[in-house]
């Protein structure tokens, strides 16, 4: 492929034109650049391996649907670590790792509700080595504890009490890991609890999950170290019915609490517009974790690419002003038909342009339009900047950090397919 050989000359030329087209909208593009550097992707861990986890339970049912067996998928932290910085090798965005509990490397054999922060020690120390802060997820399923398809809000008081020691747990993780590395953790909860039918009392299963939260989160924590974010959804396989767990519980809880929510772009009904749903929460909850995804029909976790649904919801923040505040960026998509780096590394680069997009978008000239009520203009305005030279613009950014330009990095990851990924 001809276009594999980089034109340097070329893509600085370009650069120095979309330059000028920007200023001719007042938007500064260096400092566009500037302001995305400082703006972190929570990169997720479980991509890596189909949400499999370093446990080793057999024959557990997964709650987590993955289709696809592309050989090569990391196996131990070692595997994981190698592949998420080759990943990062093609990514100029600022990284933060997010990682689940269930991908502990403890020295001795520990239950899920008996991990500790050195259980975590490598990834910390990676973290540490790479600059890049962490984010945090107990693993509330694929475990032998899960009974009939619930934890924090089953009937079994065992079972119960198991996820909620781990809930606990997860959040003095978390708070170590924030006051370590010097970057706020975000602990989400996300459990997969619900019912394929109809239930006959949805309020005893809630009234459940509402006494598990409360005690899980009864101590406080300093929120420079850690914030709490719930992530509910509309339904899965095997919860058709019913998910306790559901957006309107978790907001209003989430508000009476005075804790923040997770948006998964995929937990929505198909024609719902997520991006709406930022300004609509803002106001009320303490923060918004985005679990950026691509759904096809429904939470299907295919591999992020520069959609509409993406380019409106990081407009959104943009617009408001939200990025580095209340809004926190990170993925959440597990495809293993395709070859799970090179899936980060679409997934990562889609975020990354869109962004870039977004915090080139001259959205001032749009809102002064709809100040003045000029409605036509506004519409033709925003049908112009799809037209602008954002790819300039992030051809320059991957050029000048060295991460990849244009399909180069293909390569690269044909070769360390070969030689790194299907050798294990
Ligand atoms: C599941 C949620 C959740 C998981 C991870 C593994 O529908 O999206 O975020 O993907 O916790
Ligand atoms: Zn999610």
Request: glycine content about 6%; hydrophobic content about 35%.
């Amino acid at each position: 492929m001809k276009n594999e050989l980089i034109n340097k000359d070329l893509i600085l030329e370009n650069y120095e034109n979309a330059k000028k087209v920007y200023a001719l909208y007042d938007v500064d593009t260096d400092a566009a650049i500037e302001k995305f550097k400082t703006i972190p992707i929570s990169v997720h861990n479980w991509q890596g391996d189909d949400v499999t986890g370093f446990e080793d339970f057999e024959g557990v049912h997964s709650e987590n649907v993955v289709t696809g067996n592309y050989p090569g998928r990391a196996q131990n932290g070692d595997q994981m670590r190698q592949d998420l910085e080759q990943a990062f090798k093609f990514s100029p965005a600022r990284h933060k790792l997010n990682l689940h509990s269930m991908y502990a490397e403890p020295k001795e054999k520990k239950d899920r509700n008996e991990y500790d922060t050195e259980d975590y020690r490598n990834w910390i120390d990676w973290c540490k080595k790479l600059g890049i802060g962490m984010d945090f997820n107990v693993s509330y399923f694929t475990h032998p504890m899960m009974k009939d398809g619930c934890s924090l809000a089953s009937d079994d008081e065992a079972v119960r009490e198991y996820w909620i020691q781990a809930g606990i747990r997860g959040r003095k993780i978390a708070n170590d890991i924030g006051e370590e590395l010097g970057q706020l953790c975000i602990n989400n909860t996300w459990v997969p609890d619900g019912t394929k039918d109809m239930p006959a009392d949805r309020g005893a299963y809630r009234k459940r999950l509402m006494d598990s939260l409360d005690r899980i989160l009864e101590k406080p924590y300093d929120k420079k170290n850690m914030i709490d974010v719930l992530e509910g959804k509309v339904f899965g396989i095997g919860t058709e019915s019913f998910v306790v767990g559901s957006h309107d519980f978790y907001i209003a809880y989430a508000v009476k609490k005075g804790i923040g929510v997770t948006i998964d772009t995929g937990h929505y009904h198909p024609t719902e517009d997520v991006a709406d749903k930022i300004t609509a929460l803002v106001p009320f909850v303490e923060a918004i974790n985005l679990h950026l995804t691509r759904g096809i029909r429904w939470d299907s976790d295919h591999c992020l690419i520069t959609d509409d649904n993406l380019r409106s919801m990081l407009q959104e923040i943009k617009r408001q002003d939200l990025f580095n505040k209340k809004v926190h960026l990170g993925l959440d998509f597990f495809d293993a038909t395709i070859n799970r780096v090179t899936s980060w590394i679409i997934g990562l680069r889609a975020a990354g342009r869109t962004l870039l997009e977004v915090l080139l978008e001259p959205s001032h000239l749009l809102k002064e339009a709809e100040r003045k009520n000029d409605l036509t203009r506004r519409l033709a305005l925003m049908e112009e900047f799809r037209n602008l030279p954002v790819n300039a613009v992030w051809d320059y950014l991957c050029l000048k950090e060295g991460k990849g330009v244009g399909t180069s990095w293909l390569r690269e990851m044909e070769e360390y397919e070969k030689e790194v990924q299907f050798k294990r």
